[in-house]
């Protein structure tokens, strides 16, 4: 079972959103990286990963700090109802205030 961009896309905001990472709270982008089985994406790996969080963070879903110790990304909390939106396609079940 490989995932679509769109539920890849939809784990990543859910992992964030998750640990409360708007705005000024970031997380190593690297984190976001965890928890997905190589298996579960399959040919492009973890490298579709970092193409999905790279063409969110151009899109303004979500905002990105460089720090000397690599890349910090949060969710821009001005595009919630979108990112709220992502979520509820794959993880339905979840409530989102």
């Not at 708007?22 to 790996?45: A, C, I, M, V, Y």
Request: no cysteine.
């Amino acid at each position: 079972m490989d995932f679509t961009d769109e539920e890849i896309m939809a784990r990543l905001v859910h992992k964030l959103y998750r640990r409360a990472n708007w705005g000024e709270s970031h997380t190593s982008f690297e984190n976001l990286k965890k928890g997905f089985n190589q298996r579960d994406l399959g040919k492009k790996g973890l490298k579709q990963v970092n193409k999905i969080g790279e063409q969110m963070i151009k899109s303004g879903l979500l905002s990105s700090k460089q720090t000397k110790y690599g890349l910090e990304v949060s969710l821009e909390y001005s595009r919630k109802d979108e990112l709220v939106k992502i979520m509820k396609k794959i993880f339905p079940e979840d409530e989102y205030v």
